[in-house]
């Protein structure tokens, strides 16, 4: 993860403003606060080495000090900033992304106790950062996020992103039925359409098509006036029928069908739907290389030909309107 957003910048900008209005009396103090504000000065225009140096001397004047507790953080993510996987296996490069992780640690450890609600949420993106460090294109090391994630998910059930990182991290270590487990309880906690097409792309990616399109039905049944929980119905269904040579023409047939009922109903709610226009000639053209008869497949491929001018149509009205 990096922190280039500009979420994260303002937050650098906010605590700035925080740590230069306060006055402090004893040396140290003042030295931390001074470090500390032209860190945040530093990590705002994204010079990460010269910040990571000024909040190392913030933490080292007041490591104990609540008002520049978040310079754990923005050490860790300074020093992650600079970490380059091209020089993976160098030892000074291997050491800023160590120092980051335990500094990310470090941060969690003391924001998460804060009652200032605005410390709390940089301390779970501390975890976050930190999971992020322990992945596959970093650390490597899923043994060590997997107790950060289970923790995470304890403290704040309803967060379906953190059930999806972890059933990520089982199903990178080949632990398919921890992953479906993962996603089947978020789906359980907090049905929302993430976490159905979050499952669905894990069967899909399994190769479990029944499971995939179980998952994107059950989506559209608690999103019946959603036109793009249909029309990804209609989607999965062309793909399979277009790309599964293994299928026979009977089993094409029935998701050709399935897949154009679907796309219907996603043009009954909203009839300019361009890509569902689209993916209805697609289907019909399909459907067309399956059919005996002559003037059926001319009928099929003319009505084909008319969804896509009518999508150009569509295309060229929203540009215009643009």
Request: proline share 4%; net charge neutral; with cysteine.
């Amino acid at each position: 993860m990096r922190s280039s957003s500009g979420a994260l910048l303002a937050i650098a900008a906010v605590l700035t403003l925080g740590a230069s209005s306060t006055g402090c009396a004893k040396f140290n103090e003042v030295k931390a606060m001074r470090a500390y504000k032209e860190a945040n000065k530093t990590y705002q225009a994204q010079d990460y080495k010269k910040a990571s140096q000024g909040y190392a001397d913030t933490i080292a004047a007041a490591p104990d000090d609540d008002r520049v507790t978040p310079a754990y953080f923005f050490y860790a993510n300074s020093l992650d900033n600079q970490w380059k996987p091209s020089k993976k296996g160098e030892p000074e490069n291997d050491k800023l992304l160590a120092t980051a992780v335990e500094n990310y640690q470090k941060a969690a450890d003391k924001l998460m106790k804060s009652d200032n609600p605005d410390y709390k949420k940089l301390g779970k993106l501390s975890l976050q950062y930190l999971v992020a460090a322990y992945g596959t294109d970093k650390l490597n090391d899923p043994a060590k996020a997997e107790p950060v994630l289970i923790d995470m998910i304890k403290q704040d059930e309803t967060d379906t992103t953190l059930y999806t990182q972890l059933a990520k991290l089982y199903e990178d270590a080949g632990a398919y039925p921890e992953a479906e487990q993962v996603l089947l309880k978020a789906k359980n906690t907090h049905p929302d359409s993430g976490v159905y097409m979050q499952l669905a792309a894990y069967y899909n990616r399994q190769g479990q098509f029944d499971k995939t399109m179980q998952a994107l039905n059950d989506r559209a049944a608690k999103e019946p006036n959603n036109p793009d929980a249909f029309y990804t119905i209609a989607t999965y269904y062309w793909d399979e029928a277009y790309r599964d040579f293994k299928l026979k023409d009977a089993e094409k047939r029935e998701f050709i069908q399935k897949g154009l009922d679907a796309v219907n109903r996603a043009l009954q709610i909203k009839p300019d739907y361009i890509d569902a226009l689209v993916y209805k000639g697609l289907l019909l053209r399909s459907q067309a290389l399956l059919e005996k008869d002559p003037d059926k497949q001319k009928a099929l491929i003319k009505e084909a030909e008319q969804l896509s001018e009518k999508a150009n149509q569509l295309r060229k009205q929203k540009t215009a309107g643009q």
